[in-house]
């Protein structure tokens, strides 16, 4: 089966630019978690989709970051305007919640540096 | 909500011997503990991970121990091998709909040939 896809795989802006990260799951996955990855520590949930309803945002620093999950399929995170301390790998994962629905499977990050 | 803790945060090893990661976890109620390989610029890959109803699983050189009184569960490399060389973490979480991971801060292994 075809994995987590992400795009774009780099970025870099300045500070107070926005930019907008892309994620399409594995075909069928109806949950999707979108994580921030600081160099030098592990991920950190921001967001879980289920469908195309939140679940937990209880991490997302919603005064600049917002995401959304249309039609329950792809889902794009969005940062505006950015601070330095948003530089990190942007993970994107999904997971089924049909059979053991245990294993997360993660895209490949995008890796964002605000200047 | 939870928190995991993981140690060391790194750790050297030769060709051929064997390497142990710990972590603790602080909710009683989390059931699920997997472990993931990150190797530099790549996804986390899940290798190993083990539910609370058993005590321990192994896959080949690897393998994963839980003590859920204690809340701390250790991976455990044996055999190590230069490509074994990555960060690890280590995640907990509880069942239901959510199913959100919580992960450690990580393991830099270097497997020195």
Do not use: M
């Not at chain 1, 989709?49 to 970051?65: A, E, I, M, T, W």
């Not at chain 2, 190590?80 to 979480?93: G, I, K, M, N, R």
């Not at chain 2, 069942?95 to 270097?110: D, E, H, K, N, V």
């Amino acid at each position: 089966e075809a994995g987590v896809a992400q795009s774009p795989r780099y970025k870099i802006i300045e500070k107070r630019q926005s930019v907008a990260f892309w994620c399409n799951p594995i075909s069928g996955h109806a949950t999707l978690y979108w994580y921030q990855q600081i160099l030098g520590q592990g991920p950190k949930l921001l967001i879980q989709f289920q469908n195309n309803g939140v679940v937990d945002d209880s991490q997302l620093p919603k005064d600049r970051f917002s995401a959304e999950r249309l039609k329950g399929v792809d889902s794009t995170l969005k940062i505006q305007p950015a601070k330095l301390e948003d530089s990190a790998v942007y993970l994107c994962a999904s997971r089924t919640t049909s059979g053991r629905g245990y294993e997360q499977y993660f895209g490949p990050g995008t890796r964002l540096t605000v200047t | 909500g939870e928190n995991v803790e993981q140690h060391p945060s790194t750790l050297s090893v030769q060709e051929g011997d064997s390497a142990v990661i710990k972590c603790t976890y602080s909710d009683s109620a989390s059931n699920y503990f997997p472990w993931y390989k990150q190797e530099l610029g790549k996804r986390p890959q899940l290798i190993i991970d083990i539910r609370s109803n058993v005590g321990e699983k192994k896959d080949q050189r690897i393998a994963v121990t839980l003590n859920k009184t204690a809340k701390h569960f250790s991976l455990h490399i044996t055999e190590t091998q230069p490509e074994d060389s990555a960060v690890y973490f280590c995640a907990a979480s509880i069942s239901g709909s959510a199913r959100q991971l919580t992960f450690g801060s990580g393991t830099q292994l270097t497997v020195l040939p």
